[in-house]
């Protein structure tokens, strides 16, 4: 089976690990010593609107501070905020196996370039999580809007799309993912219009005036 890991458990790392391992993944979670804790202690429990829950029992997560935990992996998840990606990318380089497939599933444009420059060796993709998801309480995470994963069609990604299906997490794959990430990035430039308007972004979006 292949070997899932995801650097950096927060809310999409969690999220997405999550569902992978409910759907019988062999995931590593990278965690700060706070997450990883806190999965040790009360495992995962993910729910999504429309109330659909999925949980995973403590002793069914494998979770690590140490970044070495992802030599093993076949595929890597990078799910750090885009200010992390030069740490990550460098305790990568240090670690990886040659033709390691690496997904960034952050948003902005420059991540995936910044984890390439450093792993000239791997496989890197580009990702975009299009729903939100926050932590409800503790090892708890829900997902809050729709979507697909979006992802930068590559052969070597085929021997994992499998698990994203058996997750329910299928992977839309784009030739070109410039425009998608773009996209999502206008998008989140009004986040702060939202929060300072007090104005959902489907609100502000509807008055075209
Ligand atoms: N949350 C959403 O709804 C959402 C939706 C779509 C896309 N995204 C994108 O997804 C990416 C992740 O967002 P997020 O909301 O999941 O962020 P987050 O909750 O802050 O999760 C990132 C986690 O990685 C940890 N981390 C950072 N560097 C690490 C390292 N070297 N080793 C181990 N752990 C490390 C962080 O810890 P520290 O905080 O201690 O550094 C944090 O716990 C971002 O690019 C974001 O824009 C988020």
């Known amino acids: 089976m292949a070997k899932i890991c995801i650097y950096g458990a927060g809310s999409i790392g969690c999220y997405v690990g999550g569902r992978l391992l409910a759907g019988g993944s062999d995931v590593t979670f990278i965690a700060r010593e ?79 370039d910044v984890l390439r420059a450093a792993l000239p060796i791997q496989t890197v993709l580009e990702g975009m999580v299009p729903f939100n998801v926050i932590e409800r309480g503790p090892g708890a995470y829900h997902q809050g809007s729709r979507g697909e994963l979006e992802i930068k069609r590559a052969p070597g990604l085929q021997p994992f799309v499998g698990d994203f299906e058996r997750a329910g997490l299928p992977l839309q794959q784009h030739a070109d993912m410039l425009p998608v990430q773009w996209a999502k990035l206008l998008l989140n430039l009004n986040n702060a219009i939202n929060a300072l308007s007090n104005r959902p972004l489907k609100e502000e979006l509807s008055p075209r005036a």
């Open 34 to 112: 706070r997450v990883g804790n806190l999965l040790r202690q009360h495992g995962l429990t993910l729910s999504q609107f429309g109330e659909r829950r999925w949980s995973v029992p403590p002793e069914r997560i494998d979770v690590s501070t140490d970044f070495s935990a992802a030599a093993a992996a076949d595929l890597v998840l990078v799910t750090v905020k885009s200010a992390a990606t030069p740490t990550v990318a460098a305790e990568l380089a240090g670690v990886l196996r040659p033709g390691t497939i690496v997904v960034s599933f952050q948003n902005g444009v420059g991540n995936a």
